[in-house]
T-cell receptor
């Protein structure tokens, strides 16, 4: 079945470090791909998305490129801030399955000053 | 004001009790979803609704029921709560169907079943 696998956390970085959180997926159809962020004590917020191969989603300095050949959607940011500390979820949606999202297990990021 | 609200935000209950979690939205979306989140796991879909008369089971619907009272309201019930239903529950809504569909999440309800 369809699934999403993320790199395990927690990931701890110093401020201004480069961030990569790996995400790979398995899907039978043509999924849309998403990154959601969950700040402490809050619900999930959409960070970025990509709906077809080679699309790049970007927001707040974060980027991810939909790579069909490697079935990946890695999240990157060139210079993280303390305020980026959160849990990041990669997710996919396949259209013929009622629009439901399939989530990875989440990766906790902690950024130290 | 938040677009997607959930009540209560925190709840402690006992095994065997019936409990209802409520979700309201002001976004005017037709589609609404209930998910649960367990530590170290992603979100799992419990139920979803495409409109007031269209309700569907998700991956883990056993032990849960839902009611779509209006376009803006979607409630989740635990008929007889058990400890392994202790989790963080999220409601979500979504806009247009298809490729550009985006889901918007509420702040979550933290449920503890003793």
């Amino acid at each position: 079945g369809d699934s999403v696998t993320q790199m395990e956390g927690p990931v701890t970085l110093s401020e201004e470090a480069f961030l990569t959180i790996n995400c790979t997926y398995t899907a039978t159809g043509y999924p849309s791909l998403f990154w959601y962020v969950q700040y402490p004590g809050e619900g999930l917020q959409l960070l970025l998305k990509a709906t077809k191969a080679d699309d790049k989603g970007s927001n707040k300095g974060f980027e991810a490129t939909y790579r069909k050949e490697t079935t990946s959607f890695h999240l990157e940011k060139g210079s993280v801030q303390v305020s980026d500390s959160a849990v990041y979820f990669c997710a996919l949606r396949v259209y013929n399955q009622g629009g439901k999202l399939i989530f990875g297990q989440g990766t906790e990021l902690s950024v130290k000053p | 004001d938040a677009d997607v609200t959930q009540t209560p935000r925190n709840r402690i209950t006992k095994t065997g009790k019936r409990i209802m979690l409520e979700c309201s939205q002001t976004k005017g979306h037709d589609r609404m979803y209930w998910y649960r989140q367990d530590p170290g796991l992603g979100l799992q879909l419990i139920y979803y609704s495409f409109d007031v008369k269209d309700i569907n089971k998700g991956e883990i619907s056993d032990g849960y029921s839902v009611s779509r009272q209006a376009q803006a309201k979607f409630s989740l019930s635990l008929e007889s709560a058990i400890p392994n239903q202790t989790a963080l529950y999220f409601c979500a809504t979504s806009d247009t169907a298809g490729e550009q569909e985006t889901q918007y999440f509420g702040p979550g309800t933290r449920l503890l079943v003793l």
